[in-house]
C-alpha cells in the first residue's frame, strides 16, 4: 500500500505500488496544482499514461491504495514490451464512514468502523471530515451534529436543520433541472420535513426494513407524531450527505475544468506523442468528463475516458434532451474532443447512483413523480450516456470479447462484476476487478491492444 510518505516532490512512488512508474497530480479545491508534478509526466519515457480520478475519499492514504488495487491487474493484461505509466489524481474530497467499500473494510490510520447506516448520529470521524471540507462552516457543523446526536422530535428543529443544509453548502438559487449538473440540488429547497421523509423512506426500502407501524397505547396521536418525527431524523442524515455530496460534485467539475484540463493541453504541447487515457469513478468521472471543457482547442492527446459508476446526469453529453429539446447537457457534445471513445461503465447494483442521487435530484422539482422511475434523473452510472444518438450499449463480456467503438460515446453494463456492497451506497465503489482495467486497456487501444 501506497502511503503520503512513499512519493517525493515530483509525485513519484518511491516504493510500495504495484505499477511502475506512477506518479501522484494533486490539485486543491480550485483546481490549482504543483507544476513540478505537471512537468514529471512529460518525462517517464512511456507511450501511454492511464490517469485515474478518485470519487470521494477521506485522505490521500485512501485514493493511492485504491489506485494500487485498481492499477495491479494492468502489467499482466499488457502485451511484454508495453511502455505504460500510470498516474493517481488527488483532489480535496470525502466520504462518511457508514458508507461500506468492498475489501477496504479498515483504511490504515483511520478510526473508520462499519457503522450501521440506519443510524441518525454522526460519528467525529465524519464530523472532523466535514469541517476539513467546509472550514468556513465550523459552528453550523457543530450544530448539525448536535441536532442529530440529539433527534428533537420537533419538526421545528427539522427545519432548522434544512435551513443549516442551505448555509453549509452556500445555496443561492433554484433547483437543478434533469441533465443540469451545475445548478443547485433541488432539495435543498424543499420542504425539510418532505424531504427527510422521502430519504428515510428511501433508505428503509434499501435496507429491506419493514414500515413503521401505528404505536399502540393511549398516547395515541402524539406517540405516531413524535415516532414519525424522531425516524425523519435519518432521513436528515441522508440530506446532510447529498448536501456535501453537492459541494464535492460542483468541486470536481471545477478541478476538472479549471485544473486537469489545462495540464493535459500543456502535456500535449510538451510531450505531443504521449496518449492519455483518462478513469474516473463516481464524482471523479465527472472531473474527467469536465477536464474535456478544460482542453485547448485543438488538443487531441486524450485517447480515451473509461467512467467507473459516474455521479452524473445520464444526458450530460446530450445536444438535446428528450424532454426538453430546447435544452442540452453541461457536457454537449464534448466527447468530441476525446480521439477515441468515451466509455460508461454503470450497474444496477448502484443504489447511491439507482436510488438516492435521482431521489436527492428530483425532490422538490416534481414530486408527483417516483425518482427511480423517472429517467430524467439518472446518472451515468445507472444506465450509462443518454440522449446521444448512436451509442452502442454492450454487456461486459461483450466489450471484453469484441472490444468498444474506436469514437463516441459507448456504454458497458458492468454489473456482472460490480455488484457488492450493502446500503445506502450499494455497488457504488465495487471497482477493482481486472475485467474493468481490461475496459480501460480496449477503450483506449493501449499497448496495440
Known amino acids: 500500500m501506497l502511503v503520503t510518505s512513499d512519493l517525493d516532490a515530483e509525485g513519484r512512488a518511491m516504493a510500495g505500488m504495484s505499477v511502475e512508474p506512477y506518479r501522484e497530480i494533486t490539485f486543491d479545491k480550485d483546481g490549482d496544482g504543483d507544476s513540478a508534478q505537471r512537468d514529471a509526466l512529460g518525462r517517464l ?14 485522505s490521500r492514504s485512501v485514493a ?14 499488457l502485451p511484454a514490451g508495453a511502455r505504460v505509466g500510470y498516474a493517481g489524481v488527488v483532489w480535496p474530497s470525502m466520504m462518511f464512514t457508514d458508507e461500506p467499500v468492498p475489501d477496504f473494510a479498515r483504511v490504515a490510520g483511520s478510526a473508520r468502523v462499519a457503522a450501521a447506516p440506519t443510524e441518525p448520529g454522526l460519528d467525529a470521524e465524519s464530523r472532523d471530515a466535514l469541517v476539513a471540507l467546509f472550514p468556513e462552516r465550523t459552528g453550523v457543523i457543530q450544530r448539525l451534529a448536535r441536532l442529530l446526536d440529539e433527534r428533537p422530535e420537533d419538526e421545528t428543529a427539522i427545519r432548522e436543520f434544512g435551513a443549516l443544509l442551505r448555509e453549509l453548502t452556500g445555496a443561492d438559487g433554484a433547483g437543478a433541472t434533469a441533465g443540469d449538473d451545475e445548478a443547485t440540488p433541488a432539495f435543498l429547497f424543499g420542504d425539510p420535513v418532505e424531504v427527510c421523509a422521502a430519504f428515510a423512506d428511501a433508505l428503509e426500502s434499501l435496507e429491506a426494513a419493514p414500515p413503521p407501524q401505528e404505536p399502540e397505547g393511549p398516547g395515541g396521536r402524539q406517540e405516531l407524531l413524535g415516532s414519525r418525527l424522531k425516524r425523519l431524523w435519518k432521513g436528515a442524515k441522508e440530506a446532510l450527505r447529498q448536501a456535501t455530496y453537492y459541494t464535492m460534485k460542483r468541486r470536481a467539475g471545477k478541478v476538472g475544468e479549471r485544473g486537469l484540463g489545462p495540464l493535459l493541453g500543456e502535456l500535449a504541447r510538451s510531450s505531443p506523442a504521449l496518449r ?7 464524482m471523479g468521472a465527472r472531473l474527467v468528463a469536465f477536464a474535456l471543457r478544460g482542453l485547448p482547442g485543438g488538443t487531441r492527446n486524450v485517447k480515451s475516458v473509461t467512467l467507473l459508476q459516474g455521479a452524473f446526469s445520464h444526458y450530460a453529453f446530450a445536444a438535446s434532451l428528450p424532454h426538453d429539446r430546447g435544452s442540452a447537457g453541461a457536457l454537449r457534445d464534448m466527447q468530441r474532443r476525446v480521439d477515441g471513445p468515451v466509455v460508461a461503465c454503470h450497474s444496477r447494483h448502484d443504489t447511491a447512483l439507482g436510488v438516492i ?32 444518438p448512436g451509442t452502442p450499449s454492450l454487456t461486459l463480456d461483450e466489450a471484453l470479447r469484441a472490444g468498444v467503438a474506436a469514437s463516441g460515446c459507448v456504454n458497458v453494463d458492468a454489473a456482472s462484476v460490480v455488484r457488492r456492497g450493502g446500503p445506502p451506497s450499494g455497488a457504488h465503489s465495487d471497482i477493482c476487478h481486472p475485467e474493468l482495467a481490461r475496459v480501460v486497456i480496449a477503450a483506449g487501444r493501449i499497448g496495440g491492444g
Not at 276 to 282: A, D, Q, Y
Not at 362 to 384: E, K, P, Q
Open 45 to 58: 519515457g512511456v507511450t501511454d499514461l492511464v490517469v485515474f480520478a478518485h470519487g470521494w475519499n477521506s
Open 64 to 77: 493511492t491504495r485504491l489506485y494500487d488495487r485498481f492499477f495491479g491487474p494492468f502489467p499482466g493484461l
Open 276 to 282: 492519455i487515457h483518462l478513469v474516473g469513478h463516481s
Open 357 to 388: 442521487y435521482p431521489l436527492a435530484s428530483r425532490l422538490a422539482r416534481d414530486s408527483s413523480s417516483v425518482a427511480g422511475l423517472d429517467r430524467r434523473w439518472w446518472a451515468v452510472g445507472h444506465s450509462g450516456v443518454q440522449g446521444v
